[in-house]
């Protein structure tokens, strides 16, 4: 089994969550994160969508190069082409962590 930890804006939350329930995921959520990192500042302002949410994941070893290759498809490739507009410098606020 291996813990996924997705950081991201919570302005996403309508496009994540149910990406996450179609993929039958169970998970932990964390509200109202606040920090700074490459994509800003998420000080809980309306300008960087208020703040950030955390999802953590327990996904099992066999699903895991599914789950990889499904954020790879959808956020990597239509998602960020939907939210990013061409030479846009700042990266999409959406991380994913994968931990042993």
Do not use: C
Request: proline share 7%.
């Amino acid at each position: 089994m291996q813990m996924v930890m997705m950081i991201f804006r919570t302005s996403l939350e309508d496009e994540v969550f149910p990406w996450l329930e179609q993929e039958e995921l169970p998970y932990t959520r964390l509200d109202g994160v606040l920090g700074k990192g490459a994509t800003g500042h998420a000080p809980g302002s309306r300008t960087w969508g208020g703040s950030n949410t955390i999802v953590l994941l327990g996904i099992a070893d066999d699903r895991l190069a599914a789950f990889r290759e499904s954020v790879s498809k959808h956020w990597a490739q239509k998602f960020a082409s939907t939210h990013l507009k061409p030479g846009h410098a700042t990266p999409l606020p959406f991380h994913v962590f994968v931990f042993p």
